[in-house]
């Protein structure tokens, strides 16, 4: 395997670099916090059993769902049930509870504020960033994760280090134009997105929608800890915008259903047509439940493809990666051969 300068250096001759992360991204930083485990197993429904039944009855782990739909069942059972006013007040009291448990179980696998973060580490994942977001080599940074990690790393200084890590951190979103003082800012749309740099393909905490629009809360402007934004956000009826359960049919569903994570695909899809970019994968499994991704990267037109293995290659989980990433070259028209190289993923060294 390469060390990840080795793959740097080797990546030179392409035009431009272009990053896919993963949750080994997250986990990198904060493993006793971040896992591949989902909100819906790791959510406590012991006080509401009822509940469960009603994810199982949808087919789905998508909170959003459960609890729109307790809400409009509230609303429209009394014009069936003569005497249903019960039903009605049980299922918005697990609505509310089901927001809280949302809540907790996200505030529980995450830090709550940038400072939880040592500045050594966010500068070393700014260095590693660099790599793909400055410099003539700059392409896009799309990532699969839903935390704060990256988007803290895009928004914090390292003055105190001496010379700053100038970093190409557009995501799309700008001042809404009727409250260009909010604690917030708007997504601008797919025509403004096209410069973009930086895009959550799965959604982010810090992304909500407000039926209206796609407000993204600044660390900088609202300095509210998580949990406490999470809290008020969905107390307004603003959901989180994340994809975080399912299948890769299902996940995809979700995304076309979104403007902007749509928009992220349809620019994810419009780099990896681009033949003298290449791309690096850190952190992520190659895993099926998001070949909706990752089947577009393999019949893209690109002509390598650095992905990084933990540990020992030969154990089962990197036996399982390198398989998957030969599959995703098969993928490729034999116009555009897809070339796969590998490199150890410590030696990226991204939080020092």
């Not at 006080?47 to 069942?73: N, Y």
């Not at 700059?138 to 001496?162: P, R």
Request: net charge negative; proline share 3%; aromatic share 12%.
């Amino acid at each position: 395997m390469l060390t990840f300068e080795q793959a740097i250096a080797d990546s030179e001759q392409f035009s431009k670099r272009h990053l896919l992360l993963g949750n080994g991204f997250s986990i990198a930083c904060r493993a006793d916090i971040f896992h591949y485990g989902s909100l819906y197993d790791q959510a406590d429904f012991s006080d509401a059993p009822e509940v469960e039944a009603v994810f199982a009855a949808l087919g789905s782990k998508d909170f959003e769902a459960v609890i729109r739909t307790l809400e409009s069942a509230a609303t429209i059972l009394p014009a069936y049930v003569a005497d249903g006013s019960a039903a009605p007040a049980k299922m918005l009291e697990h609505a509310a509870m089901l927001k809280e448990i949302l809540v907790q179980t996200i505030a529980g696998n995450h830090p709550h504020v940038p400072s939880d973060i040592p500045d050594t580490k966010f500068r070393a994942c700014r260095q590693f960033l660099s790599h793909f977001l400055s410099g003539e080599k700059a392409g896009c940074v799309f990532t699969l994760n839903y935390d704060l990690l990256l988007y803290w790393t895009l928004m914090h200084e390292d003055l105190q280090f001496g010379d700053p890590i100038e970093l190409a951190k557009n995501d799309g979103f700008g001042n809404d134009e009727e409250e260009p003082d909010a604690e917030y800012v708007v997504w601008q749309g797919e025509t403004n997105a096209h410069g973009a740099s930086v895009m959550f393909l799965h959604g982010g905490l810090h992304l909500f929608d407000s039926g209206k629009d796609l407000l993204k809360y600044t660390w900088v402007r609202k300095g509210v800890p998580l949990i406490e934004q999470a809290r008020a956000a969905l107390a307004g009826n603003k959901f989180p915008l994340f994809v975080a359960e399912g299948t890769s049919a299902q996940k995809k569903a979700k995304i076309r259903h979104n403007a902007y994570l749509y928009q992220g695909l349809k620019q994810l899809t419009s780099n990896v047509v681009q033949g003298k970019h290449c791309w690096f994968v850190f952190g992520h499994s190659l895993a099926a439940n998001d070949d909706h991704i990752l089947t577009r990267i393999g019949r893209g037109r690109f002509k390598k493809l650095y992905v990084g293995l933990y540990g020992d290659p030969l154990e089962a989980w990197n036996e399982e990666i390198i398989g998957r990433a030969r599959w995703l070259s098969n993928l490729r028209h034999e116009k555009w051969p897809l070339e796969v190289a590998f490199y150890q993923a410590e030696t990226a060294q991204v939080w020092g």
